[in-house]
């Protein structure tokens, strides 16, 4: 399939590590966020959400941060695996007139280091 | 069925010419959309679909790019015209009920034109 993000920044920690994504989003008015993973080949995959009336919510080996004073989102992934490698988007759920306006962000490759 | 499934997986077509990509959401999902991504980017948000109207298409290029969603399950993304620059994996996502719940993506087309 098609490699998704050949140039995008590049996250490298070492097997057994803990991993932190960054995201900056930028719409104040963004109330719902979401983290996608993406394999080459396939669409993304839901990792974690989080809503903007809470500043952390925890999966199995995920944490999601949410930083509304300076629109941060964070995404922590404990005892990274070589299974976690792949592109990262967070993306952002603004409401509209429409309902809903879907924003993703530009991605980040982790690579999982042996 | 079990997830989103699209197709083709992929499609090759020369210049002028006119393309339709297959969409079938998760069954019982009321919300769908399709998205662009180029390479190395994140998606781009084309058109939302509540049932079968379309909710917001205020992500669709041009007059070229038309979706439907006839009966409120399957959905056709159909491109007139093709031109180099459309070419891109093209995902379609479904929800429950609207852009408050979570996405849920198909593996995407990735569509060439030659």
């Known amino acids: 399939g098609e490699s998704v993000g050949l140039h995008l920044p590049t996250l490298s920690v070492q097997e057994g590590d803990n991993s932190i994504i960054n995201c900056a989003y930028s719409?104040?008015?963004?109330?719902?966020f979401i983290w996608y993973k993406q394999e080459s080949g396939k669409g993304p995959q839901f990792i974690i959400d989080?809503?903007?009336?809470?500043d952390k919510r925890q999966g199995q080996r995920v944490t999601v941060l949410l930083n509304k004073t300076v629109k941060h989102l964070s995404l922590q992934i404990a005892a990274t695996q070589p299974g976690d490698s792949a592109v990262y988007f967070c993306?952002?759920?603004?409401?509209?007139?429409?309902?809903?306006?879907?924003?993703f962000g530009p991605g980040t490759r982790l690579s999982v280091l042996p | 069925g079990a997830g989103v499934s699209q197709t083709p997986s992929n499609k090759v077509t020369e210049k002028g010419k006119y393309v339709e990509l297959r969409c079938d959401p998760i069954?019982?999902?009321?919300?769908l959309y399709w998205y662009r991504q180029s390479l190395g980017q994140g998606p781009e948000f084309l058109i939302y679909?509540?049932?079968?109207?379309?909710?917001?298409d205020s992500g669709l290029p041009n007059d070229r790019f038309f979706a439907v969603r006839p009966e409120g399950s399957v959905s056709t993304l159909k491109i007139q015209r093709t031109e180099r620059g459309d070419s891109a994996v093209y995902l379609c996502?479904?929800?429950?009920?609207?852009?408050?719940?979570?996405?849920?993506f198909g593996p995407g087309t990735r569509l060439t034109v030659l």
């Open positions: 996502a479904s929800s429950l009920l609207s852009s408050s719940d979570t996405q849920y």
């Open positions: 719409n104040s008015a963004s109330d719902y």
């Open positions: 989080i809503r903007s009336n809470m």
């Open positions: 993306a952002e759920n603004t409401p509209d007139n429409y309902g809903q306006n879907f924003v």
């Open positions: 069954s019982g999902h009321t919300a």
């Open positions: 679909f509540q049932g079968t109207g379309a909710a917001d």
